[in-house]
């Protein structure tokens, strides 16, 4: 089964991993002092949004999974979404 690859900011690639999504979706949405169940549902309605959006692409670039992880968050929380947005890891 082919993979969709992810293009990181430096130029290099790896494989998509569904499971990253929603740790950062998780973990931006308990900083907003959400409950565990509520950062649980709403992970796991963005990581599923976001393989939706991918879809059979081959390649996308990990700036377009943030753009969309952003997008879908806001639909649940506009909180977490801005703590998503503002809180990128620039390394």
């Known amino acids: 089964m082919d993979h969709t ?7 290099h690639t790896e494989e998509y991993d569904e499971r990253k999504v929603y740790a950062s979706s998780y ?6 002092h959400e409950t565990q169940k509520v ?10 949004d976001i393989s939706i959006w991918i ?5 996308v670039s990990s700036n ?11 639909k649940y929380n ?3 979404s801005f703590m998503y ?4 890891d620039v390394s």
């Not at 950062?39 to 599923?48: H, L, P, Q, R, T």
């Open 5 to 11: 690859h992810i293009v990181k900011r430096k130029g």
């Open 27 to 32: 973990a931006a949405v308990l900083n907003v």
């Open 39 to 48: 950062a649980e549902d709403i992970a796991g309605k963005v990581s599923k």
């Open 55 to 59: 879809g059979d692409n081959k390649e």
């Open 64 to 74: 377009q999974i943030f753009q969309e992880v952003t997008k879908s968050l806001a």
């Open 78 to 80: 506009k909180d977490a």
């Open 85 to 88: 947005n503002t809180h990128r």
